[in-house]
């Protein structure tokens, strides 16, 4: 049984508009993570939490927000989404430590027109 | 800052060849390194990592890597691959020991492996 949710897994939205990713890990981990893939840049850190209602700025968090409501669930916001943000989205979860690996979700492909 | 370098973006083989995928860091504290396989279309899962001790670590399906503080290096290593192989191969190393780490990513190495 998958550990690391993502919803939804496809999204196509309009540029101006409301985006909400969710994320919901079953891991008890103390930390989750947002990144984005694109091609030719790897995987890139945009926010990322130690904890319950804790929220961090990674590597580009710019035009993007994120909320830590529980243990479980990990948000990534999109307020006015831009074509920019076309990409692929993964959440992570981890326990606390620089040796704990991470455990990825599946992705949600997001598309910007 | 830390970095961590994968210098072949891709790398295409045969089945049943030997398959050698570099890593590269700069980082001069206590070091996490770790590799991580995406196939196609899905999320990255954990394929090994080594913080201390024997600098060779086994990983799941043959895979393994060897700790080169020397040559700032963790290369992965298969002795036979299968063509289930083929995917995307990241390296990563952890920017801290504590808490608050987050990992460090290499652009990742395209395995192909031919029938």
Redesign the interface.
Known sequence: EAAVTQSPRNKVAVTGGKVTLSCNQTNNHNNMYWYRQDTGHGLRLIHYSYGAGSTEKGDIPDGYKASRPSQENFSLILELATPSQTSVYFCASGDAGGYAEQFFGPGTRLTVL | TQTVSQSDAHVTVFEGDSVELRCNYSYGG?I?L?W?IQHH??????LL?Y?SGNPVVQGVNGFKAEFSKSDSSFHLRKASVHWSDSAVY?CAV??????????I????TSLVVNP
């Not at chain 2, 279309?41 to 954990?46: C, E, T, V």
């Not at chain 2, 952890?94 to 990992?103: E, R, T």
């Not at chain 2, 990513?105 to 990742?108: A, E, R």
């Open positions: 206590s996490y770790s991580y279309g899905r999320g990255l899962q954990f990592k913080y990241f952890s920017d801290n020991v504590g808490d608050n780490s987050k990992l990513w290499g652009l990742g």
